[in-house]
């Protein structure tokens, strides 16, 4: 929150398939893309699987002017990252925005391996 999330996040996730420590960075403002790219006409992703892996919910009827799918009602947005030992891809998921007035909220849903279909 507030100035922890200053200049940037700072955590890390363990590679699934070889248990290598990995560390990502979210620097506000700059880092990932809109959510709704992922859902949106159901090319990446549907928003069923989302909602059923418990990636994102569906966003409240008064804040639908930040997506159908958001984390903690937040602006919503996502990035790819690999393990650097074996390049398994993952997918990070997070809310980032102000949640009232002078409180801002980094929120990460959370950090998935993904495969690319064929």
Same mark, same amino acid.
């Given at each position: 929150? !507030?100035?922890?999330?200053? %200049?940037?996040? @700072?955590? /890390? *996730?363990?590679?699934?398939?070889?248990?290598?420590?990995?560390?990502?960075?979210?620097? %506000?403002?700059?880092?990932? *893309? %809109?959510? #709704?790219? =992922?859902?949106?006409? $159901?090319? @990446?992703?549907?928003?069923? $699987? =989302?909602?059923? !892996?418990?990636? #994102?919910?569906?966003?409240?009827?008064?804040?639908?002017?930040?997506?159908?799918?958001? @984390?903690?009602? =937040? %602006?919503? #947005?996502? *990035?790819?990252?690999?393990?650097? +030992?074996?390049?398994? /891809?993952? =997918?990070?998921? *997070?809310?980032?925005?102000?949640?009232?007035?002078? #409180? +801002? @909220?980094? !929120?990460?849903?959370?950090?998935?391996?993904? $495969?690319?279909?064929?």
């Amino acid at each position: 929150m !507030n100035d922890e999330i200053i %200049p940037s996040a @700072v955590t /890390k *996730f363990i590679c699934c398939d070889c248990s290598h420590q990995n560390t990502i960075e979210i620097i %506000p403002y700059q880092s990932g *893309f %809109p959510i #709704l790219q =992922l859902y949106q006409d $159901e090319q @990446v992703l549907s928003k069923n $699987e =989302l909602l059923k !892996n418990a990636m #994102l919910t569906e966003t409240s009827p008064g804040m639908q002017h930040l997506g159908a799918l958001t @984390v903690n009602q =937040l %602006p919503t #947005l996502y *990035f790819g990252t690999s393990c650097k +030992t074996c390049y398994s /891809k993952y =997918l990070c998921i *997070f809310g980032y925005g102000e949640k009232q007035p002078g #409180l +801002t @909220v980094l !929120n990460i849903s959370g950090i998935w391996k993904y $495969e690319e279909s064929k």
